[in-house]
């Protein structure tokens, strides 16, 4: 089992930078690809990033591309999602991920995390 905690959320406004973090426990972190997806209201859940065991490759939907970082310390067993230049269009639920397999588009992790929310004003 693998258990992982977001942290970072908030309320900020439009072209403003917010950094969420992913604390991961449990198995072995580095043993896992990391991603990030989103869920705005009555909308489905998006892919937004994901990170290989290593942190050397990366991967990014177009919506976020040139925006948004996605970043590992596997050291802290952490991932991290730097989020730059964000519109109020950004506004959702942020879930962290885990998935023994790297995929450019994560689309079905193993593990979730509980979320947290990030909102954008205008």
């Known amino acids: 089992q693998v258990q992982l905690v977001e942290s970072g959320g908030g309320l900020v406004q439009a072209g403003g930078s917010l950094r969420l973090s992913c604390a991961a426990s449990?198995?072995?972190?580095?043993?896992?690809?990391m991603g990030w997806f989103r869920q705005a209201p009555g909308k489905e859940r998006e892919f937004v990033a994901t990170?290989?065991?290593?942190?050397?490759?990366?991967y990014y939907a177009d919506s976020v591309k040139g925006r948004f970082t996605i970043s590992r310390d596997n050291a802290k067993n952490t991932v991290y999602l730097q989020m730059n230049s964000l519109k109020p269009e950004d506004t959702a639920v942020y879930y962290c991920?885990?998935?023994?397999?790297?995929?450019?588009?994560?689309?079905?992790?193993?593990?979730w995390g509980q979320g947290t929310q990030v909102t954008v004003s205008s």
């Open positions: 990170v290989s065991w290593s942190g050397g490759s990366t």
């Open positions: 449990g198995r072995t972190f580095s043993s896992y690809a």
């Open positions: 991920a885990a998935d023994s397999i790297l995929r450019a588009t994560m689309t079905n992790p193993d593990y």
